[in-house]
């Protein structure tokens, strides 16, 4: 199994800052990707920044150039800085990892989530 716990959350107003921060433990025989998510009352979740191995950042198009990802490998985190912030930021961010596990000799790669952290951006 993998569990990932999640930090940083919390309330700032618009223009402000904040940071995230997701930590990967477990079994874990390999990590693939890392991201986070976010979700707000009455809609979908979505994507809002990730990181591949091999592969430079992704990122959506209504954070780019506010948000960075970055990850440690050797510790198996994953941050978010989110600069810039503003009202519709407000969403629950979940961070989520892809990752092979190894119990027992058997390998299986799946996708985990965090628990989800709050963040609000007041206007």
């Known amino acids: 199994q993998v569990q990932l716990v999640e930090s940083g959350g919390g309330l700032v107003q618009a223009g402000g800052s904040l940071g995230l921060s997701c930590a990967a433990s477990?079994?874990?025989?390999?990590?693939?990707?890392m991201g986070w998510y976010r979700q707000a009352p009455g809609k979908q979740r979505e994507l809002v920044a990730s990181?591949?191995?091999?592969?430079?950042?992704n990122y959506a198009d209504s954070v780019k150039g506010r948000f960075t990802i970055s990850r440690d490998n050797a510790k198996n985190t994953v941050s978010l800085q989110m600069n810039s912030l503003k009202p519709e930021d407000t969403a629950i961010y979940y961070c989520?990892?892809?990752?092979?596990?190894?119990?027992?000799?058997?390998?299986?790669?799946?996708?985990?989530w965090g628990q989800g952290t709050q963040v609000t951006v007041s206007s």
């Open positions: 989520n990892v892809y990752a092979t596990s190894n119990s027992g000799g058997y390998y299986r790669s799946n996708g985990y």
């Open positions: 990181i591949t191995n091999g592969r430079s950042p």
């Open positions: 477990g079994s874990i025989f390999r990590i693939s990707a």
